[in-house]
């Protein structure tokens, strides 16, 4: 039986590949690795961030599963996203064992979470 490792790739529909990968670049800091018209892949702290066109079958959405990126300030990283135009869907809240997470919408409509876990590594 196969051994499930990790996660390790979100992928986010967007209207306007071009735009929404500048837009990515400037939020995670990072440079795309792949980058083609049908897919631009960038490496975030060893877990991939993938944009794809958005078509019929893949919208931009916040409905579903959430993936959250880890951070080491989360309300600085909250801060940051929503001066870039991303919507805020949830503040920063303490869930508990000094977990922070809070939850936006980038300018495409796709739901993006940031935590902070001290239980876990986010550093990159």
């Given at each position: 039986?196969?051994?499930?490792?990790?996660?390790?790739?979100?992928?986010?529909?967007?209207?306007?590949i071009?735009?929404?990968?500048?837009?990515?670049?400037?939020?995670?800091?990072?440079?795309?690795?792949?980058?083609?018209?049908?897919?631009?892949?960038?490496?975030?702290?060893?877990?991939?961030?993938?944009?794809?066109?958005?078509?019929?079958?893949?919208?931009?959405?916040?409905?579903?599963?959430v993936?959250?990126?880890?951070?080491?300030?989360?309300?600085?990283?909250?801060?940051?996203?929503?001066?870039?135009?991303?919507?805020?869907?949830?503040?920063?809240?303490?869930?508990?064992?000094?977990?922070?997470?809070?939850?936006?919408?980038?300018?495409?409509?796709?739901?993006?979470?940031?935590?902070?876990?001290?239980?876990?590594?986010?550093?990159?």
């Open positions: 039986m196969p051994t499930f490792k990790a996660l390790m790739t979100a992928i986010y529909p967007v209207p306007n071009v735009t929404a990968k500048e837009w990515y670049a400037e939020a995670f800091q990072v440079q795309p690795y792949f980058d083609e018209p049908f897919y631009v892949g960038f490496n975030v702290g060893g877990y991939e961030l993938g944009l794809v066109p958005a078509e019929d079958k893949h919208q931009p959405s916040t409905q579903g599963v993936a959250y990126w880890g951070v080491d300030d989360t309300a600085g990283a909250f801060a940051q996203l929503l001066s870039m135009g991303a919507r805020e869907v949830s503040g920063v809240q303490d869930v508990g064992g000094g977990i922070l997470v809070a939850t936006v919408t980038d300018p495409f409509g796709n739901a993006i979470g940031i935590i902070h876990n001290p239980h876990f590594g986010t550093s990159a």
